[in-house]
């Protein structure tokens, strides 16, 4: 059983950055790969970014291409997402989540965070 813990959330005005940690612990955390979502208000949770096991393959969606950047630590068990010229639309709360597959869907993903709320004001 994997157990995901986010930080680094909080309020940003637009055009600023923050990065999100997403900390594992009880499993091996570099046979997962590892992505982002996040759910805004009255929307449907949406895939954000995902990395591939040892790193290096990265998938992101078009909405955070060329801003976010995903990346992982292995030796320390941790995820990030580097989130840069934040836009109001990227308020939402952000998930980290672990799976066997490098994929976008949701459904696929094993274990879930508790989410981190990111707040971008215009």
């Known amino acids: 059983q994997v157990q995901l813990v986010e930080s680094g959330g909080g309020l940003v005005q637009a055009g600023g950055s923050l990065r999100l940690s997403c900390a594992a612990s009880?499993?091996?955390?570099?046979?997962?790969?590892m992505a982002w979502f996040r759910q805004a208000p009255g929307k449907e949770r949406e895939f954000v970014a995902t990395?591939?096991?040892?790193?290096?393959?990265?998938y992101y969606a078009d909405s955070v291409k060329g801003r976010f950047t995903i990346s992982r630590d292995n030796a320390k068990n941790t995820a990030y997402l580097q989130m840069n010229s934040l836009k109001p639309e990227d308020t939402a709360v952000y998930y980290c989540?672990?799976?066997?597959?490098?994929?976008?869907?949701?459904?696929?993903?094993?274990?879930w965070g508790q989410g981190t709320q990111v707040t971008v004001s215009s």
């Open positions: 989540a672990a799976g066997r597959a490098v994929v976008t869907t949701s459904a696929l993903y094993d274990y």
């Open positions: 009880g499993g091996t955390f570099s046979s997962y790969a």
């Open positions: 990395i591939m096991w040892r790193g290096g393959t990265t």
